[in-house]
């Protein structure tokens, strides 16, 4: 008998980890359902809709990636709460459109996975909680200490930066951050 405790331990730790890990990726799947229902409910309202009852947060923009299919949902705030279940919009910054620099940040292993196959020159619309859409173009891309990044929100003309942990494929958070920078060619 306590030749197999140990086998058994061991597989029910394995299966719960494979369940925490399924459970936080089903959560991020089921979240960006309903921010997108909120998100359209805020465009064709005019205010901002809570995408559940006790959000602390509301959708303020949804990022789309044409070439390779992408939309995600960005909220309000970069709070680790926030991120949990979506882009953020980083404080601060200025809003798509707008002179400056807006900035949004998400987990490379959930909603801003997609990051690690944007090329430079891939166009990047950003719809607003208004309904307007700003199309940028991707045009650099580099590596930055997380408390280095370079970034100017005070820019003059309308530019865009997403940002993520890196390296993509890391188990661990490091120090250094994947800056994706972006500038205005159209709106609609």
């Avoid at 719960?16 to 399924?22: D, K, V």
């Avoid at 799947?29 to 009852?53: C, E, H, M, Y």
């Avoid at 200025?94 to 944007?118: K, M, N, Q």
Wanted: glycine share 8%.
């Amino acid at each position: 008998m306590p030749r197999f405790v140990i086998p058994l331990a061991t597989a029910a730790i394995g299966l719960a980890l494979f369940g925490h890990g399924a459970f936080i990726h089903a959560k991020a799947i089921v979240a960006q359902v309903l921010l997108d229902r909120a998100f359209s409910q805020t465009i064709a309202t005019g205010r901002p809709v809570k995408p559940w009852s006790w959000a602390d947060t509301v959708p303020v923009a949804r990022i789309e990636v044409n070439r390779l299919g992408v939309s995600t949902i960005a909220l309000a705030g970069s709070s680790g709460q926030a991120l949990a279940f979506g882009a953020g919009h980083v404080e601060g910054t200025a809003e798509p459109g707008a002179a400056g620099i807006a900035v949004y940040s998400a987990h490379r292993d959930t909603h801003f996975r997609f990051l690690r196959d944007v090329r430079i020159g891939d166009e990047i619309d950003i719809v607003r909680r208004d309904g307007k859409t700003f199309r940028y173009r991707a045009d650099a891309a580099r590596i930055v200490h997380f408390d280095a990044s370079g970034i100017d929100p005070a820019a003059e003309r309308p530019e865009l930066v997403l940002s993520t942990c890196w390296p993509f494929d890391a188990l661990t958070q490091g120090p250094e951050r994947y800056v994706l920078h972006a500038t205005l060619i159209a709106d609609r």
